[in-house]
């Protein structure tokens, strides 16, 4: 059977749909197998192939079915923490996120069936890829948006990644969706000469993508500095104890002082699970000044009250002045409760700590160790766009996060690669401090100097530098690729209302 008739057989091309949203998840980290998030989508385009409106709706949605229950099912991990009433809710309502989630790719397919005058070709190499670019930006933007799970994350380590410092995620996710229809013309083409030309444009693209981390984009500004990443690893079930709140001051104190070598010490999100005001004078301003005579800077995660407000933080204390850092983009039913007129009865029972934050206002950098410091806090690093606000003028980016809610799943590693294409896109060195991990220091190309893994206590050190300069992607962000997908599909929706005219006319003068 050739994979162009596999529209003719129902069952099995919904099989390959959904094993298509299975396959494309192991292109992510932990597993890393990149070539994946081309074969995935090239899979799903070819199930969409000669097949009806609604058939392409039902296979996008089952893909989506495959990748975000596969993919984020580590959303469980996270529910079931919020207390003892939510664990028999946790499946349940993960299930529901995953159902909602995969309406977008479903809602794709069925724009996808929208472009059936535009030859096959084009709807493989042009439309559809542009089709999938929009949908992840709409993803990621939309009710707050959740750019998880980007086609360009996975490629943080591969030949795709290269074009991360010119268009960003987002224009890494349009190459690879773009190498999917070339896959896909190539499987279900039936002249060979076009099938060869397709692998042979796959094979230069990925390849000519790839030479682009040739290029220094950044350059450095200062003499090298050593930083050191603590990671205390206090599981989530005690970190909230009070009981146990003096053992983690003490953890954390301990483990950095034996850190005074490094010019810049950055602790994890919520590293002191309580006010500012209520451990500065007995904990942070000694400790600051044990720090400061040493010449060394802490960056440390804690909450900030502000009149009747209370904010998610990061205190840059130590050598020079103090500086903070309120978190902007807060977690929906983490850190503030939406539509708590119509879900009341659920936020009743979840045990969230430190659940009615507000949104921080002005800066996204601090100073510290004397540099200008691009700050992020928990998943605001999955947000491109968020993070080059504080860019070029920082010279450095610290993420600051507490993955302990998600142990034992594919989250920590996901997000970690995340944080690295963070710093591919911005040319700059990354401090990322998780709570129980994944931590690392990440080097300017995106790659990994320093790592430690999760459930481990332990501090990691590395000599980084200081980066100035702006690559194309901090000078443009994410308009000009946003602007051409939508571009290219509104032109490609009035070329098919002329297609369809057309041939109407012809019919019509028969």
């Known amino acids: 059977m050739k994979l162009s008739d596999l529209s003719g057989r129902s069952r099995l091309a919904d099989l390959l749909a959904l094993l298509a949203g299975l396959l494309t998840v192991v292109a992510f980290a932990p597993y890393s197998v990149a070539p994946l998030a081309v074969i995935g989508p090239a899979m799903l385009f070819v199930s969409w192939h000669h097949a009806t409106p609604r058939r392409m709706a039902w296979r996008g949605y089952l893909y989506g079915l495959g990748f975000f229950g596969f993919g984020v099912s580590w959303i469980t991990s996270g529910l079931s923490l919020f207390g ?4 028999a809710l946790a499946l349940p309502l993960a299930g529901v996120f995953v159902l909602v989630l995969a309406l977008y790719p479903g809602l794709m397919g069925w724009v996808a069936s929208r472009f059936g005058c535009v030859p096959a070709a084009a709807r493989l190499i042009v439309i559809w890829p542009a089709l999938w670019t929009a949908f992840e930006w709409l993803r990621g933007t939309l009710f707050t948006g959740f750019p998880w799970l980007l086609l360009g994350d996975s490629q943080v380590a591969s030949g795709p990644g290269g074009l991360a ?8 996710s349009w190459l690879v969706a773009l190498l999917a ?82 010019r810049l010490i950055v602790w994890p999100e919520s590293a002191i699970p309580a006010l500012y005001r209520e451990v500065a004078a007995r904990y942070l301003d000694p400790l600051a000044a044990e720090a400061a005579s040493h010449g060394s800077t802490l960056m440390v995660g804690l909450f900030v009250r502000r009149g009747q407000k209370i904010y998610n933080a990061v205190a840059s204390v130590g050598d020079g002045a103090p500086g903070f850092y309120f978190k902007h983009h807060l977690v929906p039913f983490g850190e503030y409760m939406p539509f708590k007129g119509l879900l009341g009865w659920l936020y009743r029972d979840m045990n969230v700590p430190m659940s009615g934050l507000s949104a921080g206002r002005g800066g996204y950098t601090v100073q510290a160790a004397g540099q200008t410091v691009d700050v992020s806090i928990c998943y605001e690093d999955a947000y491109g766009d968020l993070v080059i606000r504080g860019l070029p003028q920082a010279s450095l980016l610290v993420n600051v996060s507490d993955d302990a809610w998600f142990d034992g799943s594919l989250e ?22 998780a709570n129980t991990g ?22 990691i050190s590395a000599e980084v530098r200081p980066m100035g300069g702006a690559t194309p992607y901090v000078r443009i962000g994410n308009g000009p690729v946003v602007g051409a997908v939508f571009a290219i599909l509104f032109f490609g929706w009035v070329f098919g209302l002329a297609m369809t005219r057309n041939q109407q006319r012809k019919m019509e003068s028969k």
């Open 84 to 87: 003892a009433h939510m664990q």
């Open 165 to 172: 410092p010119v268009l960003g995620d987002y224009g890494v």
């Open 181 to 262: 229809g070339l896959l896909a013309l190539a499987a279900t083409g039936r002249r060979v000469p076009p099938r060869v030309a397709a692998l042979l444009a796959a094979g230069v693209l990925w390849f000519g993508a790839g030479a682009l981390r040739q290029v220094d984009w950044t350059h450095p500004t200062g003499a090298p500095m050593r930083v050191s990443v603590v990671q205390g690893n206090v599981p989530q079930q005690v970190k909230w104890v009070p009981s146990e709140f003096e053992r983690t001051l003490a953890r954390y104190r301990d483990l950095t002082r034996a850190h005074w070598d490094s």
């Open 412 to 433: 920590p590693a996901q997000h970690m690669q995340i944080a690295r294409m963070r710093a591919l896109e911005t040319g700059r060195y990354l401090l990322r401090a």
């Open 438 to 459: 994944i931590s690392g220091i990440v080097g300017p190309k995106g790659e990994v100097i320093a790592l430690a893994d999760m459930g481990r206590t332990e501090v």
